[in-house]
């Protein structure tokens, strides 16, 4: 009978285990992952760009653009992890 009675124990700790899994949420939404990978691909090349560019104007042009685009990443980041619908929300209009 004790042996019963671990096991129905033991079964209901997993079920309350299952139960508080379900309800955390766990890793980011795809379009979040998606938009990640376009804009560190998109920072990558900046950095490419700027590096060829002799220019100081025009290197200071790619720049800008290369801080702005770091600046999404980190906001993406931020709304993801504190799991912000309207920053998130926000993030995704200015990916696209």
Known sequence: MKDWDKLREELQELQERKSVTKK???GAPLWAKGAAVMLAA??????NEVKRTEDPK??????????????????????VSSD?????????????
């Open 24 to 26: 955390r949420k766990v």
């Open 42 to 47: 998109k920072v990558n090349s900046k950095r």
């Open 58 to 79: 025009v290197r200071d042009g790619k720049l800008a653009d290369q801080i702005a685009l770091s600046a999404a990443i980190t906001t993406l980041g931020i709304a």
């Open 84 to 96: 912000d619908k309207t920053l998130l929300s926000r993030v995704r209009r200015g990916v696209k």
